[in-house]
């Protein structure tokens, strides 16, 4: 109880400073122990905003620059967040489709991480912005306590983001407009359909998105 404290006292000064961010990692540090920080907006099927990554140097490219580059398309915490997730912690396996392992996501991207285990808090904006801090084990996964005691901050992370980045909507590329956020996401779901129109069937077709997917 006392880290928690210790933790929110920390975190709601530095609420609207530049070193917020890097305070919410360090604070979620002292309630269990992870190797890397990465916090992404996601506004419909727009390229997803690193508001904040402590990757070294030569990991930041393949966690945030190819990333942001198409993969992330395929990420279960991006997917989560187009279908509306209520807010929560959650483990990417929890939110990963069944055959995730053996996807295209995770055989040509995910597998070049390292990661032992990732999970995400997730926290809707008023703005339809969706908010992901994402915590990555490089060889261990997070125990039950580690997972239990950083469920128990949901509500100080929650409150503390909404509060710090109110309006963050206006800040994506073309994307001011808060109302055409689900277009990128339409957008998308089109180019599933139209794939391989030529050739495929409807079914067909929709059996390579799932699969895709990792389903």
Request: hydrophobic share 40%.
């Amino acid at each position: 109880m006392q880290r928690i404290i210790k933790a929110t006292e920390a975190l709601v000064d530095a609420i609207g400073t530049e070193g917020f961010a890097q305070t919410l990692s360090d604070a979620l540090q002292r309630l269990a122990p992870f190797d890397y920080t990465v916090i992404f907006g996601y506004l419909g099927a727009a390229r997803p905003m690193d508001l904040f990554d402590d990757f070294p140097r030569g990991k930041r490219k393949v966690f945030v620059e190819d990333y942001q580059e198409g993969p992330y398309l395929l990420d279960p915490f991006y997917l989560a967040c187009g279908n509306k997730v209520e807010p929560g912690l959650y483990r990417i396996k929890d939110l990963a489709p069944d055959r995730f392992f053996q996807g295209e996501y995770f055989r040509n991207y995910y597998v070049q991480t390292g990661l032992a285990e990732e999970i995400g808090y997730f926290v809707n904006l008023d703005d339809g912005v969706s908010i992901v801090v994402s915590l990555m084990c490089a060889n261990k996964v997070f125990s039950a306590k580690d997972f239990r005691d950083l469920n128990q901050f949901l509500p100080v992370v929650k409150s503390s983001i909404e509060k710090n980045w109110p309006d963050l909507s206006a800040r994506f590329e073309g994307k001011a407009d808060a109302n055409d956020q689900g277009k990128g996401t339409i957008r998308l779901e089109r180019a599933f359909l139209k794939f391989g129109e030529d050739i495929l069937t409807p079914r067909e077709r929709e059996v390579v998105e799932y699969t895709l997917k990792g389903h």
